[in-house]
């Protein structure tokens, strides 16, 4: 498997962006809540192909992410792809829905396509002949990434998080809500030399903890990244020179809301 991979919030590239589309969203839809990062607020079109782009000064990205959308799933047709005006075009797969209607995060390492390297002033996110009308969450994702080079600890946890309501009465009988909602969690421990030390506790600074939203992409041979953060605590245990593992790490994907 290859080092899993990450994008702190300090390589997302789209910050201040100006936001434009060939076609304007829906009514009550604004493309400015893109500048806000959360899957779960929603920006709505009443067609099938758009081009969302974002203008920004002069920077590179390795690697892009979309955490919720209705856009179907494959790369047969082609629905969705990112290009620039330096001459960068690559197709991004769009990994199958879960039973649970809650879409996995797209995500896509184009570092090894042409013209991946130079950096670019305008982005484009290109949607053709998707199945419905377009819905995307507003979180879309363009960054430079790192390899993950400290190894887990055996045994990291993948948990999933609902967030049902059941209240049972006088009688045993219980109410249930379903919110359709759900997180996902990644737990681990890493055994750290020096250098990975610091560069994972930049990752988790950059985000200011919870704080704000980074990409962890825990195993690049599967198209499914997590769009979270860490929590507020966390640490590092000093052992000897250079060696201070780090463990009960945990980090968290933002809710998505509910199925679209």
Do not use: C
Request: hydrophobic residues 40%; charged residues 15%.
């Amino acid at each position: 498997m290859a080092n899993a991979l990450y994008s702190s919030y300090a390589d997302y590239i789209l910050g201040g962006a100006a936001w434009t589309s060939s076609v304007a969203p829906m009514a009550s839809y604004a493309l400015a809540t893109f500048g806000y990062l959360r899957p779960d607020w929603l920006v709505q079109w009443n067609v099938k192909t758009v081009t969302i782009t974002a203008t920004i000064s002069s920077k590179q990205a390795d690697i892009v992410a979309v955490p919720m959308s209705n856009l179907s799933a494959g790369t047969s047709p082609t629905i969705l792809r990112v290009t620039n005006n330096q001459g960068l075009d690559v197709t991004v797969e769009l990994p199958t829905v879960p039973a649970d209607g809650l879409p996995l995060t797209a995500v896509y390492d184009f570092r090894t396509a042409p013209n991946a390297s130079t950096p670019a002033t305008v982005w484009n996110f290109v949607i053709a002949n998707n199945a419905v009308d377009v819905i995307l969450g507003g979180a879309l994702w363009l960054g430079r990434v790192h390899e993950f080079t400290a190894n887990f600890r055996p045994s990291p946890v993948v948990s999933d998080q609902r967030y049902n309501g059941n209240v049972p009465n006088l009688y045993g009988v219980v109410h249930r809500m379903r919110s359709r909602a759900r997180t996902r969690s990644f737990e681990f421990g890493v055994p750290s030399r020096d250098t990975q030390r610091d560069a994972l506790m930049e990752w988790i600074r950059a985000g200011e903890g919870s704080g704000l939203p980074s990409i962890f992409w825990p195993n690049p041979a599967v198209n499914d990244a997590l769009f979270g953060s860490f929590d507020d605590t966390y640490g590092s245990v000093w052992v000897v020179d250079n060696f201070s593992p780090m463990d009960g790490l945990r980090f968290t994907e933002w809710s998505k809301g509910t199925p679209l």
